[in-house]
């Protein structure tokens, strides 16, 4: 299975932080948001990453190169103004394929373990699902929630109401409707899919944070260099 990071938002909450950096390579704990994943994708077994980028995008091409430090390959999927999340996958299928596979959001930290996926997502794999989203408790800034979940599969309301994680895998019959190049919503998708019971659901209960205030990045930073430290 092939793996997404999505890395072309502008962070125009980190700012001034984004200025100048690209959120993903704001660093945390050592080093930049977008590596933690990269090691956490390649320690599961992922070998191909596709990585979408738009704002200050060439630093992140200058600083992932290839990606054969981490003995994975990485390709690009440039993009001139920011697709939003669905239009950025629908521009980056034709380097994807047309097998399912896995997004992460670039802007948030989590130790989850994506090896874990392979076996949550075989409806999706074998076209009986469209998506799969990994859910997580609802942080203070996001209490209302995204999603519930009800025997494994997704639902628009319930109780309780949890937090889209940004970790997900979907079939690209998903974005069959999106033109490629135009922006577009992942939401929209992901609800028409529950409608039709094409979306299942995990809940995750480890370490998952939302990077998007200059607060929230250096409350984690000193989080993990205690932990590191401990």
């Not at 994708?41 to 054969?68: K, M």
């Not at 025997?151 to 974005?175: D, E, H, K, R």
């Not at 919503?185 to 809940?203: C, G």
Request: hydrophobic share 45%; charged share 15%; with cysteine.
């Amino acid at each position: 299975m092939k793996a997404m990071i999505l890395a072309a938002g502008r962070g125009e909450r980190m700012r001034p932080l984004t200025d100048h950096t690209p959120k993903p390579l704001l660093k945390v704990g050592g080093k930049p948001l977008i590596v933690w994943h990269i090691e956490r994708l390649a320690q599961a077994g992922f070998r191909e990453i596709v990585i979408n980028h738009a704002h200050l995008g060439a630093q992140i091409e200058q600083a992932l190169g290839n990606g054969a430090q981490w003995n994975v390959s990485i390709q690009y999927s440039p993009e001139a103004v920011a697709l939003e999340t669905a239009g950025g996958i629908a521009n980056a299928l034709p380097l994807l394929g047309d097998a399912a596979f896995c997004v992460v959001n670039g802007d948030v930290f989590t130790d989850y373990d994506f090896a874990q996926l392979h076996a949550q997502v075989k409806p999706v794999c074998a076209g009986q699902a469209l998506a799969h989203l990994v859910l997580v408790d609802n942080p203070p800034q996001h209490p209302q929630g995204d999603f519930a979940m009800a025997n494994g599969l997704l639902q628009n309301a319930g109780t309780p109401m949890l937090t889209f994680s940004g970790i997900g895998v979907y079939q690209p019959a998903l974005f069959a409707g999106i033109v490629r190049g135009d922006a577009a919503k992942l939401a929209p998708l992901i609800r028409h899919a529950i409608t039709q019971n094409k979306a299942t659901a995990a809940h995750y209960t480890g370490v998952w944070h939302d990077i998007g205030t200059p607060q929230r990045l250096t409350e984690l930073d000193t989080w993990l260099i205690r932990h590191d430290n401990q």
